[in-house]
């Protein structure tokens, strides 16, 4: 007979009385190894780029950007001043083709610096810059 005691509580159990139970082990399955899951890749955070466009047109009054990047309106990028006929404007673009034309006091014109152009419907040429990714 074997006594335990817990907490002043006093436990008898009879070794003889109580049977241990037969360990039951259950079958092996072999593991597969597990099959490659393809990962998604995370999207970049594509943040468009900064392009510097540059203008020399002395008699200038007003200098703007049109094109594919802002849907054409000839107001609503604004090159500024620097002096000297120089103008300059700062885009932000997102990567890929961008057609666009300088609107000089209400005239559109190609950018003499472009190193592409293309043919527009209105038989004239668009000035290109590609951006990439």
């Known amino acids: 007979m074997i006594k335990l005691t817990k907490k002043s ?44 466009l540059q203008l020399l047109e002395p008699a200038a009054k007003q200098v703007f950007v ?13 090159l500024v001043p620097l002096g000297n006929g120089r103008w300059k404007g700062d885009l932000k673009l997102g990567p890929g083709r961008h057609e666009y034309l300088f609107v000089v006091d209400g005239h559109w014109l190609p950018d003499p610096n472009a190193k592409e152009s293309v043919q527009n419907p209105f038989g004239g040429r668009n000035s290109v810059i590609t951006v990439s990714e």
Request: charged share 20%.
């Open 66 to 78: 049109a094109g594919s990047f802002n849907g054409w309106k000839p107001d609503s990028t604004p």
């Open 9 to 52: 509580k006093k436990v008898l159990v009879d070794a003889g009385a109580v049977a241990p139970e037969p360990v039951k082990s259950a079958p092996i399955q072999p593991v597969a190894p597990a099959a490659a899951q393809p990962v998604a890749a995370k999207p970049e955070s594509r943040q468009p780029a900064r392009v510097a």
